[in-house]
């Protein structure tokens, strides 16, 4: 069974930096695509960056350039670097693990809240 314990989360004012880390384990962490999401109140739940197997990676659009993702094979962790934070970044974040046969698993999310 796969399992992922999110850490990083917190309160931090706009323009602040806070890095998100997920640990995985009952999986061969390097066969994954990983992903963030973050679900605001009243919002659907959001990629906000995701990364292959191979390394490539992906971000929405109000992200790029400002967070970036990235994962320890070694410790079977990814990382989200959040840069410049800003109110809208406020939401849970949720790690996801899509493993190599296709199944989903999530985190339990953290929260992220930056304010003004």
């Known amino acids: 069974q796969v399992q992922l314990v999110e850490s990083g989360g917190g309160l931090v004012q706009a323009g602040g930096s806070l890095r998100l880390s997920c640990a995985a384990s009952?999986?061969?962490?390097?066969?994954?695509?990983m992903g963030w999401y973050r679900q605001a109140p009243g919002k659907q739940r959001e990629l906000v960056a995701r990364i292959s197997p191979t390394g490539s990676t992906d971000y929405t659009g109000s992200v790029k350039g400002r967070f970036f993702i990235s994962t320890d094979n070694a410790k079977s962790t990814v990382y989200l670097q959040m840069n410049s934070l800003k109110p809208e970044d406020t939401a849970v974040y949720y790690c996801?693990?899509?493993?190599?046969?296709?199944?989903?698993?999530w985190g339990q999310g953290t929260q992220v809240t930056v304010s003004t």
């Open positions: 009952g999986t061969i962490f390097s066969l994954n695509a």
């Open positions: 996801d693990c899509r493993t190599w046969n296709g199944n989903d698993y």
